[in-house]
């Protein structure tokens, strides 16, 4: 089993920033690959990024491509997801979620976190 904890989200004005992270406790995480999907009302669940165990490949949405940067720090059993530019349409909420395998859709991984909230008010 991988626990899955994020933190950061909130309130921001269109063109801000924020860094979410996710803590992982349980198995290693070093073995995991790691993705971050968000969720806004109306709509389904969409991927936003994602990065390999060893952190050198990663896989970005058309729509959050050249603002969002996903990375990851083994050593503090933690992912981060930078989000710069951003804009009213971001506003959901963020998911990360772990799997053994690197993948783009919801039903590829089988871990998840409970989410935080970003708002982004224009």
């Known amino acids: 089993q991988v626990q899955l904890d994020e933190s950061g989200g909130g309130l921001v004005q269109a063109g801000g920033s924020l860094r979410l992270s996710c803590v992982a406790s349980?198995?290693?995480?070093?073995?995991?690959?790691m993705g971050w999907f968000r969720h806004a009302p109306g709509k389904e669940r969409e991927f936003v990024a994602a990065?390999?165990?060893?952190?050198?490949?990663?896989y970005y949405a058309d729509s959050v491509k050249g603002r969002f940067t996903i990375s990851r720090d083994n050593a503090k059993n933690t992912v981060y997801l930078q989000m710069n530019s951003l804009k009213p349409e971001d506003t959901a909420v963020y998911y990360c979620a772990a799997d053994s395998r690197l993948g783009r859709s919801v039903n590829e991984y089988t871990y998840w976190g409970q989410g935080t909230q970003v708002t982004v008010s224009s």
């Open positions: 990065l390999s165990w060893s952190g050198y490949s990663t």
């Open positions: 349980g198995r290693t995480f070093s073995r995991y690959a």
